[in-house]
């Protein structure tokens, strides 16, 4: 039988009973209606014992802060990811449209064996319908009879998306963008887009970062105690993220400033950050 519906105050009762210091109940209830018990139960993990309790001096209002930390982190970092994202689409579809085609991307024969282009184009059907009164493809559709080139067919593509066209293109053309626009290798880039796809849909899902056990580990991943955490993915996404001078100059030092704002709150072995996270993340 499922579960039935807490007041605010039977809440707070529950946060109590667990072991939480509740002193302000009127912000304790103002919080819980905007955020919810649910969502905010998550950010208690670290401070539970194994007895399902709260550690001792667990406060409500700490435990909010480090939601409001993570909601900033989330903010911070998807807006590195969304340059990563629009940089991907123009590289992907400048190098493609230049050797297959405007529309070379629905000819099956242009990517490797492992590419199924019928869920590929039932994907890009499933696109086209659900943004059909978009201006740009309302344009297609009534003066090219629904084809679009790359270029503007790959804006309705998701993060996803553009992961798995990379990981499907011919190797010789994965190799071409590995190296020349990633320095790296194929199977690294593959590895890197996997993750910042998993790290952007958590982001833009509004989903916990801190104290998150992450389900993937990128190739050359940081040491092992810290290989499925956000440190990690951070890691990838500082390799392929193309402004190097926004990222040291922008990013980190929005970084550092929510971490000196909120270093009371957290802890960074919560989120695999080692001391000198800003020196090593540098680039």
């Known amino acids: 039988m499922l579960k039935q519906p807490a007041t605010y105050k039977q809440q707070i009762e529950k946060l109590r009973e667990h072991g939480c210091e509740v002193t302000d109940e009127a912000f304790c209830k103002e919080a819980l209606s905007r955020i919810s018990y649910y969502r905010l139960s998550a950010y208690f993990l670290p401070f ?48 493609h449209t230049h050797k297959y085609g405007t529309d070379g991307y629905m000819n099956p024969k242009n990517f490797n064996s492992r590419h199924n282009h019928v869920k590929f184009v039932e994907r890009i059907a499933e696109l086209l319908k659900s943004n059909s009164n978009t201006a740009f493809v309302k344009h297609h559709m009534n003066k090219y009879n629904g084809q679009l080139p790359l270029w503007v067919m790959s804006e309705l593509f998701t993060f996803g998306m553009l992961s798995y066209f990379y990981a499907d293109m011919i190797t010789i053309d994965q190799k071409h963008i590995a190296r020349n626009i990633f320095n790296t290798s194929v199977a690294n880039a593959k590895s890197w887009l996997y993750c910042c796809t998993d790290l952007r849909n958590i982001c833009a899902h509004y989903g916990r970062l801190y104290y998150t056990i992450f389900s993937v580990v990128p190739a050359k991943s ?44 957290i802890e960074l072995r919560h989120i695999g950050f080692p001391e000198s996270w800003e020196n090593e993340l540098r680039r």
Do not use: C, H
């Open 222 to 265: 940081v040491d092992a105690k810290a290989k499925r955490s956000l440190y990690a993915v951070i890691t990838a996404l500082r390799t392929l993220y193309p402004d190097r001078n926004k990222w040291n100059n922008e990013f980190l030092l929005a970084m550092n400033a929510l971490f000196d704002e909120y270093a009371d709150v």
């Open 48 to 95: 539970r014992t194994s007895q399902g309790k709260y550690k001792p001096n667990t406060k409500f209002e700490k435990v909010y802060n480090l939601y409001e930390f993570d909601r900033k982190l989330r903010s911070i970092i998807f807006s590195v990811i969304e340059e990563l994202e629009v940089f991907l689409r123009a590289q992907l579809s400048y190098y």
